[in-house]
């Protein structure tokens, strides 16, 4: 049975090819704009996903941007095991332009089956007075 067994959003990851690692580097929980529309110019979206031997190898996926459910950014992307029981998935965004306040979900979604996630707040902070 497929299932994702870890998600985060960050400013941007590294893979560390030698180790075969990555890390995570500013990890992103809101998003705080003076005025809107707001520019975020990186955002990094890492998955972890593990499957049984009897599944297929490969899944057909769709990788999105949304903000309170409106998608920004849509691409057909491959999750592929290459023979192992766990896989990473990474999409790096570069220029994500954010029209309005609200909720920010970066996703993978598997063709019929689990969708890995996250949501952060797109928060307006004008300042007032």
């Known amino acids: 049975m497929l299932k994702n067994t870890f998600s985060v959003l960050a400013e941007f990851t590294i893979r560390d090819a030698q180790g075969d690692s990555f890390s995570a580097i500013n990890i992103l929980e809101t998003v705080g704009a003076v005025g809107f529309p707001a520019f975020m110019p990186r955002a990094s979206f890492l998955t972890i996903w593990q499957h ?6 490969t899944y057909e996926c769709v990788a999105s941007v949304s903000l309170s459910g409106k998608d920004l950014v849509t691409k057909a992307v491959q999750l592929d095991f290459q023979g192992k029981k766990r896989t990473r998935f990474n999409i790096n965004y570069q220029g ?18 689990p969708t ?14």
């Not at 049984?52 to 190898?57: F, N, Q, S, T």
């Open 52 to 57: 049984d031997d009897a599944d297929p190898g």
């Open 96 to 113: 994500l332009l954010l029209p309005g306040a609200g909720e920010l979900t970066f996703a993978l979604k598997v063709k019929d089956g």
């Open 116 to 129: 890995a996630s996250v949501t952060i707040p797109v928060e307006s902070q004008q300042k007032t007075g």
